[in-house]
Structures are given as C-alpha cells and as structure tokens.
C-alpha cells in the first residue's frame, strides 16, 4: 500500500509538472526558431504598416506574432480553410497594439473564429411594452470577454488596404481584448495607477461626449460616429484613428492623442 501509494504521487507530480512545464518549453521552442521567411512576405504583402516600421519594431512584432500562433486557436466558419495567410495576418494586425509594451499577448484570448465574409448572428430587442423581438444582426467582427474574437476574413484584408482611412477591423476588434482586460468593457484598459485612470478619464469623457454632440447635430468629425455608442465602442474606434491616422487626431484631438500615445508607447506619426 504504502509502495503504491507513493508510485501514485509521483506519476501526479509528473502529471503537473508536464501539464504546466512543457507548454513553457515548447513556447521557448517556439521562440527561438527563425521566423520564417513566407511569413515575412505575408506580413509585407497584407500588413502594409510593417513595411514602414523601424527594424526594432519589426523584430518586436515577429515575435509576437509567433507567440501569438503558438497560443491562439484559430477555425474556420462557413466552410473556410484556416491557412498561414489568415493566421499570420490576422496575428500581426492584432500585434501592432503590443509593441513597446509588456504583455502576455492577449493573455484573455483563445479562440479566433474567422468567416469568409461579413457574417448574421440572433440579436433580441425588447420594445417599450417589454416584448422581445429576434433578428440577424450582420456583422464584420465580433470581440467577446470570454476569450473569443470573430472576424470577417474579407474584411480583415479591406481594412488593412488603406492603412490612412482611420478604419481597421482587427485593430478596433483586439482593442476590445485590451479593454476587457481590465475586467469590463468601459472604454479604460489596464493603466497601472489612480492618477493614470484619472486623467483617462477626464480626457476620454470630454471626447466622448463632445462625439455624441457631433453625431446628434450631423457634424463633420474626424472619428467615427460608431464610436458615440459606448465608452467601449469610442475606445476601439480611437483606437483605430490613432494608429491610422496619428497625425489629423495629434492636430484635432492633441489631449486625446496624448493619452493613446502614452499607452500604446508608440508614436505611429513616425511610420511614414
């Protein structure tokens, strides 16, 4: 009894130690290779931004789109064959938000579910007399707070064509990620102190608002006016005009820029 139950403790400390040492060692593996050379003319062909990056910069985001192949799962929906083209892509489009900075590289995220095209889901609404109605809701990408992002394969490929027109799915879609990780989609991810969140804050609700009264009147705006929805919603759209279009949001909104810069730590205007 006693031998076995000592044989039976060692294969659990086995078990343990394979379970949380070798995904570290294989991802070690994985790091270390060299970066393959059809990966790099993927990102230059389809991630147009990765051209004009300093080699630095470059080198940063090569290895975090291993890190991020390495962990994330990918699948097909409505009968698309997940290639290295769309993981690649998909990975490196999403990891412009993470150079210069420490990070897990979307530690919440799992699964990526990729679709041919723009794709219907159920949606509910409830109208004033609290009767539920079921729709299609057609989308381009979806960002879900357990560990999930869905994306439109052709639209991932548009909005990375013009990288100047303040429009970019995989950015708007992997800021949602970032937001979540503060543990609620509010439009204010992970910043690290109280005086941070603070003036987060103050220059965030000033934009906010000044969009929503933009939006109502039918002024002209350099943001989007999808970005009036939510607080969550103004952070991904912001998001996809500071690293689009840095320059027209550093004239237009300087205090805005500002904090994008400061938490991003990069400063896309040097991209050109």
């Not at 994306?151 to 879609?173: A, F, I, P, T, Y």
């Amino acid at each position: 009894m006693v031998d076995g139950a000592w044989i039976l403790l060692l294969l659990i400390i086995v078990g343990i130690s394979a379970y949380y040492v070798w995904p570290y060692y294989r991802l070690r593996q994985v790091m270390a290779a060299p970066f393959p050379s059809e990966w790099r003319a993927i990102i230059r062909r389809n991630v147009p931004t990765y051209r004009y990056l300093p080699t630095d910069l470059q080198h940063q985001l090569q290895r975090l789109v291993k890190q991020f192949i390495y962990q994330k799962e990918f699948t097909g929906c409505n009968g698309l064959v997940i290639t290295d083209e769309i993981k690649v892509t998909i990975a490196a489009s999403a990891c412009l938000l993470l150079l210069n900075r420490k990070t897990d590289v979307f530690g919440g995220l799992r699964y990526i579910l990729v679709y041919p095209s723009a794709f219907s889901v159920p949606r509910e609404s409830a109208d004033e007399a609290g009767l539920h109605q079921s729709y299609p809701a057609h989308l381009l990408g979806e960002s879900w707070a357990n560990g999930k992002v869905i994306l439109s394969w052709e639209d991932v490929l548009k909005g990375n064509q013009d990288r100047h027109d303040g429009m970019n799915l995989v950015l708007h879609e992997f800021a949602h990620q970032l937001d979540s990780e503060a543990g609620a989609n509010n439009g204010a991810p992970v910043l690290g102190s109280k005086k941070r969140y603070q003036r987060w804050a103050t220059v965030f609700q000033r934009e906010f608002e000044a969009l929503r009264q933009a939006a109502f009147q039918g002024d002209e705006t350099l943001l989007d006016y999808y970005g009036a929805t939510n607080p969550a919603e103004f952070f991904a759209v912001v998001t996809e005009v500071f690293f689009e279009q840095p320059q027209a949001m550093q004239q237009r909104h300087p205090e805005l820029f500002g904090e994008l810069k400061h938490y991003y730590k990069v400063d896309p205007r040097e991209w050109d």
